[in-house]
């Protein structure tokens, strides 16, 4: 007999309440979890899934689908990004008693040089720290040396390994239901029922696009193609050229959205943002002044790896369903900058979501899609800063201002770094866009700029820090 | 030390954080071992030391008071900076992210307990086999950390024993 129809009115609601608890999806003690990818956004979610189970007292177990070990130099171990360890999430990653060690940090970054056509600066970190890390995501470039380095994925995995997740080296091929249970299925035929799927497979693997979700309105993200490559110059030579600093360029090049050389070990990676990056692009860029000097006796050295991959710019439509969500690139990411970050995010709050919440498509709608639709939000408010970038690449006389405006607040101690600040945490993806926009609401950033781009342009005074070049 | 470390590197004794100055930030210590040391009118008393993957100065994130005690570094070491804007602003989205902070706090508080208890007068020392579960609960704890160094531990173990051994002899000698 059910309750409410005994006692009626208000063990109405109770009884509603306990019917719906006892057809709640939620995981339980037993309950069998796969994430297909072992990149940062499947490693965080075992990770964090693993540890608050644990906390809460439920015995779950976590197969993590991933192909990969990461330890094969070149693009065979490598998951193809320019591998920059944001400044906020060095610090996040910390705080949860993750520290990222020598040998997965390839160089620490402290400062940056935006480098443009009318000369460059150096923007320095305002703790004078290394907080920003540049890695590699697998082993290496190709053709590099052997030597003992971990690249961040492999570092992350052997976290979610730690934790107790296990780690299943197949390649998954196939995705199905089964009485209403997710399923994956690999090379060698076997078939593996799961209580929830988390998909964490990036936005360049096929099985994002094959995945076929009964009730699932899920749409994969919009991309484009990016570019990146490796150049082996040597450690002397990075740190004569280079040094612990990432070279960012503000170029007036069509289709180029941003631009950043990164050292790291021996080499330096190139990492090209834009609309669909071609040949043509690259060559342009390559051949500018400003990049040119970069690089010993101006001259750009051949690559010894490159690839093509493509880049979440949209986010994907409702990445979660009952038992099954998506997190990572193939979810929802931040506008071209953070995304290893944007992969902590979210695969953190799903694996909050699923532990603390359930395994329903409304529990998802709760408890994870808050954290995407901030991510989303801030995504707009990122077009709007980076359309003013863009116009500052585009016009000559704004990046005489900027330039200016930035050196002189380098320059003088004490100065409040307004632009500097703002500059360092669009190139870093660092903080939020929108509070990166609330900063030049302060009544002194307009003046100043005001006054810059008057002095840049009209008064054309050299301060020391700006080097202004003859066209 | 070489440029694939994060965080800023310290000499031998200097200072990270001064007793008496105001915080804005925690910090993560990346590589080697920092010494925290009371000052008071009788002079200065090491009250621990810390090693690598521990966080310090979370007090001054919570709490607008001034730094409880100095840090200095014990050799080189490098230690990461917290804001404490960073931290507050991604603790509003995710207070899961103060759980483990809580669980190191709350370590500490139950290590200070019983070194309270150590001290009080008529209170039995904590036996050796006490002595031992601690340094093995550590040794748990320091095979959790993904980055182990084994010739580090050793070294930071050994003179872990010699710090204990000191504190208990001085909590004997304190009781007669």
């Not at chain 1, 189970?53 to 015995?59: E, F, L, V």
């Not at chain 1, 209580?195 to 696009?209: F, Y």
């Not at chain 1, 060559?283 to 979440?312: D, M, Q, W, Y």
């Not at chain 1, 902590?344 to 639709?373: M, N, Q």
Request: a positive charge.
């Amino acid at each position: 007999m059910k309750l409410g129809a005994r006692t009626g009115g208000q063990s109405r609601g109770i009884a509603t309440y306990f019917e719906e608890a006892s057809e709640r999806l939620a995981l339980e003690d037993g309950s069998r979890v796969g994430v297909i990818g072992g990149g940062p956004a499947g490693s965080f979610f075992a990770y964090f899934a693993l540890k608050m189970a644990r906390s809460a007292g439920i015995d779950i177990s976590v197969d993590v689908y991933e192909a990969r070990l990461f330890d094969q130099r070149g693009p065979a171990g490598c998951n193809h990004c320019g591998g920059v360890v944001s400044e906020s999430l060095v610090q996040l990653l910390a705080t949860e008693g993750i520290n990222l060690p020598p040998t997965v940090v390839r160089r620490g970054i402290e400062s940056y040089v935006l480098h443009t056509d009318v000369g460059r600066v150096l923007i320095n970190t305002p703790l004078e720290e290394k907080r920003i890390a540049a890695v590699y995501r697998g082993n290496g470039p190709k053709e590099s040396e052997p030597v003992e380095i971990a690249g961040f994925d492999r570092f992350l995995l052997d976290l979610a390994i730690s934790a107790g997740a296990n780690v299943v080296r197949k390649l998954v091929t196939g995705f199905d239901w089964d009485h209403g249970r997710p399923q994956i299925m690999t090379p060698d035929g076997a078939e593996s029922t799961y209580d929830l799927v988390a998909v964490a497979a990036g936005v360049n693997s096929h099985i994002v696009k094959t995945l076929n979700s009964r009730d699932a309105d899920y749409q994969p993200p919009e991309t484009l193609r990016a570019f990146i490559s490796e150049f082996h110059l040597g450690e002397a030579t990075i740190n004569e050229c280079l040094g612990n600093s990432m070279h960012v360029f503000l170029l007036d090049l069509p289709r180029l959205e941003f631009a950043a050389l990164i050292p790291k070990g021996e080499f330096a990676t190139l990492c090209l943002l834009g609309d669909d990056v071609d040949e043509e692009l690259i060559e342009s860029f390559l051949a500018t002044r400003e990049v040119k000097a970069c690089f010993p006796g101006n001259v750009v050295p051949a690559p010894v790896c490159h690839c093509f991959p493509r880049i979440n710019v949209r986010a994907a439509v409702r990445p979660y369903a009952d038992r099954i969500v998506w997190i990572g690139d193939s979810g929802v990411n931040r506008l071209f900058k953070d995304g290893i970050g944007s992969a902590y995010r979210t695969a953190k709050a799903a694996a909050k979501t699923v532990v603390f919440r359930g395994i329903s498509r409304a529990d998802f709608e709760r408890g994870f899609w808050p954290e995407c639709r901030n991510l989303i939000m801030d995504n707009w408010i990122a077009k709007l800063i980076f359309g003013v970038t863009t116009l500052i690449q585009r016009v000559r006389f704004l990046r005489r201002g900027v330039l200016r405006m930035t050196a002189l607040e380098q320059q003088r101690e004490g100065r409040k770094r307004l632009m500097s600040s703002v500059l360092w945490d669009v190139f870093t993806g660092s903080a939020p866009y929108k509070e990166i926009l609330l900063r030049t609401f302060h009544p002194m950033f307009p003046l100043r700029l005001a006054w810059n781009l008057v002095a840049g342009n009209v008064v054309r005074t050299k301060e020391q820090g700006v080097r202004e070049e003859a066209q | 030390m070489s440029s694939a470390g994060l965080g800023k590197t310290y000499a031998d004794g200097e200072v990270i954080v001064r007793q008496g100055e105001t915080g804005d930030c925690m910090f993560a210590i990346q590589k080697g071992q920092l010494e925290v040391v009371k000052h008071s009118k009788d002079g200065e008393a090491r009250v621990a030391v810390l090693e690598e993957g521990e966080i310090f100065g979370e007090m001054a994130i919570f709490e607008r008071e001034v730094r409880s005690a100095t840090v200095r570094a014990l050799g080189e070491a490098r230690v990461l900076t917290v804001d404490k804007k960073t931290f507050l602003r991604r603790i509003q989205e995710d207070p899961s992210l103060a759980f483990n902070l809580v669980q190191m706090m709350s370590r500490r508080i139950r290590r200070l307990s019983g070194e309270i208890a150590d001290l009080r007068p008529g209170s039995v020392p904590r036996s050796q086999d006490t002595l031992a579960l601690t340094e093995a609960e550590r040794q748990i704890e320091r095979r959790k950390r993904p980055d182990r160094r084994v010739n580090s531990d050793r070294r930071t173990g050994e003179r872990r024993r010699g710090t204990e051994r000191r504190g208990v002899a001085s909590a004997s000698a304190k009781k007669d």
